[in-house]
């Protein structure tokens, strides 16, 4: 084996260790660029849509016994991939874990990521990324045993509370118990499933994270009645679907699948009735969201059909809601309709 | 002599040691039962094992559930509740077994996930056997995982195409354990013997490898693999992220690997190297067929304790979403219906380790007793 003289070799090793130890951080710090070509051209020409979802959460996306990927986050990879491409089915499903979501969209390993994600200032900003709508909206909340006899979260002073740690949770609870003056002394338990056992056992008083991670977990006990939900959500948690920086219009499109559904759900279009409204339905919204009028569908870059095939795979807002979350307990509450009261979820007119 | 035999008949069988001096009853006797403390902390070790392995039984089989009703994709787990942890729910695992098994990989072809762990189990036990320690090992190997991918993937002989996203499960986990070490096992032979080198470049490249390695967690190779590296590649760019996941574990087992190697480069007689050099062995004769052979035969112990330990360690890829074993077996649980009843799910995943874990183990006894045989003479 012959060697290159070794002064030059050694030359060469530290040149290329230094090239190394420079140009790391600055690859690191770059900002996701552009991308070339636009993510709709992309996914058409590939056939699918490659969706970031959570490695598994109930409700919101999580395979079943089948090996299937169902729950909210995923029935919105199906409908954006119903609009875009014409066939719910087409969606590669890539899970990804909380450390590893933002990379996989910077990177391009996923074109959206439907990953009950918090919309931020910072995540919207300086990482790259846009929100394309807030399709949950989730709050921190705490539940406690009934027996304890604690109606409101100012009753905690002095409680033991479960949490996870590394989380939002956690510093959210350190910043309410500061504003609120309440001293506890907190349980951290990395895993969900741990925590929620441990408050089961009795190691803490009360057990805090979204409100919809705890009526889902109220929901299953042998006897939900034992336990509350305390009035107080003491954070703000809107979750919706992102995307990256810088191509509006696969943002648009994803931001319209969610008004279409929610705006379905107002119009009363279902998944049983859509075939036969847009045939005959005589109002002209109705018209123009399913396609019969207009040219909405063309404006976004897809089908003019688009809704239909969103509506007949997947439903609208209400039954995507009512097939996910109903089931494991969380009610519609701030996700209702804006028509009714205390409803948020508003769709802005298909014209 | 005579006085000794006189009471003794003629042509009697000799007694036997009378039966409380030998057997099982005075090995009781000596060993459990010789004093009052003895005593005393033999019937209440006696008391708690009776106890923990009736509680065990009662709780594994006698007051276990094996299945529930499921109605419109919903499990009815409240008998399960109701027994409030004294009996175990196996029902999680007759409902979840085959995604804990085989992950999101789609469901009619769940055949092909399993015909590829058979496989892999073929393929341990063959070249385990000393008949097979020759150049058909080669094909036979070249064989068999050309036949795994093809399973795994498809997208010919009419298989359909399943990207790799969807597999999980145990093939996951026979995969990156067995390319894992497949790779890492010569690499780090290379290693070892780079560290011995007396060509400095190469020397301090191997140092520097196993120095930096060793020096970092496996999770956060894992990490850099999966949240950095993408970064670096040029946009539109991907490497799979098993794949990434496979070299990550493949440089950190061959660090590890390369040292035990080199304990065993070092524990060998320098008179071996001196008398392979002074029979005009070249460098790579010399490693070859005098070194290598009594160096890794020394080891044996110390890389079937590394196998082991990656072969568990390869469970660390689901922090980054990669549904191996355990992460299957996790994932099964967090539906609400089934959450709660994590040990069962636990008890099934470890057995499974247990089995690959304790038959490794069994076969380095025998090879470790097969290949010393000359030592005990």
């Avoid at chain 2, 009815?76 to 942890?85: D, F, P, S, W, Y």
Wanted: net charge positive; proline share 5%.
């Amino acid at each position: 084996m012959k060697m290159p003289s070794r002064p030059t070799f050694l030359r060469g090793l530290g040149a290329a260790l230094l090239a190394t130890a420079i140009a790391l951080p600055a690859a690191a710090q770059q900002q996701p660029a552009a991308p070339a070509s636009s993510t709709i051209d992309a996914i058409r020409a590939r056939g699918t849509l490659v969706c970031g979802v959570n490695t598994g959460l109930a409700g919101f996306a999580q395979p079943d016994s089948q090996g299937v990927w169902r729950g909210f986050d995923v029935d919105y990879c199906r409908a954006v991939a119903a609009a875009l491409l014409g066939d719910a089915n087409k969606v590669r499903y890539v899970p990804a874990t909380a450390q590893a979501r933002f990379t996989a969209l910077q990177s391009g390993e996923v074109d959206i990521l439907a990953r009950n994600t918090t919309w931020t200032l910072s995540r919207d900003t300086s990482l790259g990324f846009d929100f394309a709508a807030i399709t949950f909206f989730d709050g921190q909340g705490f539940m406690v045993k009934r027996s304890l006899g604690v109606n409101n979260a100012a009753q905690l002073d002095g409680a033991t509370i479960c949490v996870q740690p590394g989380t939002t949770t956690e510093q959210n609870l350190t910043d309410w118990a500061r504003a609120n003056r309440i001293r506890f002394t907190p349980v951290v338990i990395e895993r969900l499933e741990d925590n929620i056992n441990a408050y089961l056992a009795g190691r803490c008083d009360a057990y805090t994270t979204d409100v919809s991670g705890l009526a889902a977990t109220r929901a299953v006990q042998a006897n939900p009645n034992d336990h509350v939900i305390l009035p107080e959500v003491i954070s703000k948690e809107p979750l919706g679907p992102l995307v990256r920086h810088g191509d509006q219009r696969f943002a648009d499109l994803v931001r319209w699948v969610h008004f279409g559904l929610v705006g379905a759900e107002e119009l009363g279009i279902t998944t049983a009735n859509v075939q036969e409204m847009a045939a005959s339905d005589a109002r002209p919204e109705v018209q123009r969201m399913l396609g019969r009028n207009g040219d909405l569908g063309r404006m976004l870059g897809v089908d003019n059909a688009w809704m239909v095939n969103v509506i007949r795979s997947v439903g609208n807002y209400g039954e995507v809601f009512a097939r996910n979350l109903t089931p494991i307990g969380i009610q519609r509450g701030p996700n209702a309709l804006w028509t009714t009261p205390g409803g948020l979820q508003y769709a802005p007119p298909f014209r | 002599m005579s006085d000794i035999t006189v009471n003794t008949p003629i042509g009697s069988e000799p007694r036997s040691a009378p039966i409380t001096a030998v057997g099982p009853i005075a090995w009781l006797r000596a060993n459990l039962f010789s004093g009052w403390l003895s005593t005393a902390v033999t019937l209440v070790i006696g008391y708690v094992l009776v106890r923990a392995v009736m509680g065990f039984v009662d709780w594994a089989f006698v007051n276990a559930i094996w299945s529930v009703p499921v109605t419109n994709g919903v499990a009815q787990t409240q008998a399960c509740r109701e027994l409030h942890g004294s009996g175990a729910c196996w029902a999680v695992v007759t409902e979840k077994h085959r995604f804990m098994l085989f992950g999101t990989y789609p469901y009619e072809q769940h055949w092909r996930p399993a015909l590829v762990c058979i496989l892999f189990v073929a393929l341990y036990i063959v070249s385990s056997l000393r008949r097979f320690w020759n150049w058909r090992l080669i094909p036979i190997w070249t064989v068999t995982l050309t036949a795994i991918g093809v399973l795994m993937w498809g997208g010919i002989f009419g298989l359909p195409y399943v990207p790799q996203e969807r597999w999980g499960g145990l093939p996951i986990t026979l995969i990156l354990a067995t390319f894992g070490l497949a790779f890492a096992f010569p690499l780090s032979v290379l290693v070892a013997l780079g560290r011995r080198s007396s060509l400095p470049a190469i020397k301090v490249l191997c140092v520097l490898y196993v120095e930096l390695i060793r020096g970092v967690p496996l999770i956060s190779l894992l990490f850099m693999a999966s949240v950095m590296f993408p970064l670096f590649l040029p946009e539109g760019m991907n490497i799979d992220k098993l794949l990434r996941a496979q070299i990550a574990i493949i440089l950190f087992a061959g660090a590890y690997l390369a040292e035990v190697v080199r304990a065993g480069l070092q524990a060998l007689p320098k008179g071996q190297y001196e008398a392979a050099d002074a029979m005009g062995l070249s460098y790579w004769q010399k490693t070859g067929f005098i070194i290598l052979p009594q160096a890794l035969r020394l080891v044996i112990p110390p890389l079937v304790n590394t196998f082991i330990g990656f072969f568990k360690d390869t469970s660390l890829v689901l922090i980054i979403g990669i549904f191996d074993l355990l992460t299957a077996g996790k994932t099964a649980i967090v539906e609400p219906s089934w959450q709660g009843f994590g040990v069962e799910v636990y008890v099934f995943v470890g057995l499974i380790y247990l089995v690959f874990c304790f038959a490794m183990s069994k076969y380095s006894q025998g090879l470790e007793a097969e290949l010393n045989r000359h030592r005990r003479r």
